[in-house]
């Protein structure tokens, strides 16, 4: 039996992007983005939702370029952080501990210590209401060898991954892999059976 | 050391939407989507991208409106079929036997069996390439009454959501709680401390 909740941003899993930006100073800052994930596949497209009171608006806006680190497990104390605090007050690698890098592809830096980096131009800006929506072309992927499989592709696994979820607002590990994508699902047919 | 991988689209988690929309004939059609995730607080909004060639892409554009209904872990193997099969050539609710349910709120069905729905209006069209973003004001959600814990709130415990993972191209199921949000990065400080 379903019952109604009412119109709320309610959907699982939602990301934990931490988006690496310039300020009008040079200063790196970095914030933790929940509403975004990948919106196109030519060419390489990811999208991050921000509210224009942020930070990082200004930045995206000006430097029209971002990062975004995706931390393992290990770092869930410092991507909470990196939603909690702003740029204005703080420079929060500093406060975390953790090393900006300057991408040499855009305008931005990301976190040298999480395993998966996006380095992105923004290609399109939506207003949407609260948040606006910045699409940004994935020029370079960068990941720590060590989350390569034996096969060279990148291992959820190795990279550790976690989601937030809105409603019980708690962090969850990657679980038990449940099968193979594109596979699974054959036994109810496909086109060629 | 990062090692990198090119212009590709890999981030973590990616969710596991299926998208219902309605055809000119008004039969149901169900459509795996990965590129997705919340776009808007105020109001609240899901981006989807999907490609022209789609099935879903025609509906969408001619019913204005879908719904995401969110499986299961233990609906796994049907999620993916929906991925692989087309509505062009089949109906994937009778394959996969599962019920479409019409929503009363906007021009979409739903999945009865999945245990969290976003009934959606399309605001938002964005040609991004080879995908088209909508984005869709959720005008409602509903979630099984089993999967509110005892204060009320949803908890993606209950919900038993999964993830795909490119790269491997595995499904994962929910892991450990890792901690609350807003919270377990205090540690670093805040505006207030």
């Given at each position: 039996m379903k019952t109604?909740?009412?119109?709320?941003?309610?959907?699982?899993?939602t990301p934990v992007f931490i988006v690496g930006t310039y300020d009008a100073h040079g200063r790196p800052n970095a914030m933790a983005v929940a509403?975004?994930?990948?919106?196109?596949?030519?060419?390489?497209c990811v999208a991050i939702s921000v509210r224009k009171?942020?930070?990082?608006?200004?930045n995206l806006v000006e430097r029209q370029a971002f990062t975004v680190s995706i931390p393992s497990e290990a770092h869930v104390v410092a991507a909470d952080y990196?939603?909690?605090?702003?740029?204005?007050?703080?420079?929060?690698?500093?406060?975390?501990?953790?090393?900006?890098?300057?991408?040499?592809?855009?305008?931005?830096?990301?976190?040298?210590e999480f395993p998966l980096v996006l380095e992105c131009n923004v290609v399109h800006v939506?207003?949407?209401?609260?948040?606006?929506?910045f699409?940004?072309?994935?020029?370079?992927?960068?990941?720590?060898?060590?989350?390569?499989?034996?096969?060279g592709r990148l291992s959820a696994e190795l990279v550790r991954p976690f989601s937030w979820a809105?409603?019980?607002?708690?962090?969850?590990?990657?679980?038990?892999?449940?099968?193979s994508a594109f596979s699974v699902g054959k036994?109810?047919?496909?086109?060629d059976s």
């Open positions: 109604s909740l009412g119109a709320k941003t309610l959907a699982y899993p509403w975004g994930g990948i919106c196109c596949s030519k060419p390489p009171a942020t930070y990082t608006y200004g990196f939603g909690l605090a702003s740029g204005r007050d703080v420079d929060k690698f500093v406060a975390a501990g953790l090393t900006p890098v300057r991408s040499d592809l855009v305008d931005a830096p990301y976190v040298a939506h207003e949407l209401g609260l948040h606006t929506l699409a940004g072309e994935i020029v370079d992927v960068k990941a720590e060898e060590t989350c390569l499989d034996a096969d809105p409603g019980n607002n708690a962090y969850y590990a990657l679980g038990e892999r449940l099968g036994v109810f047919g496909t086109k």
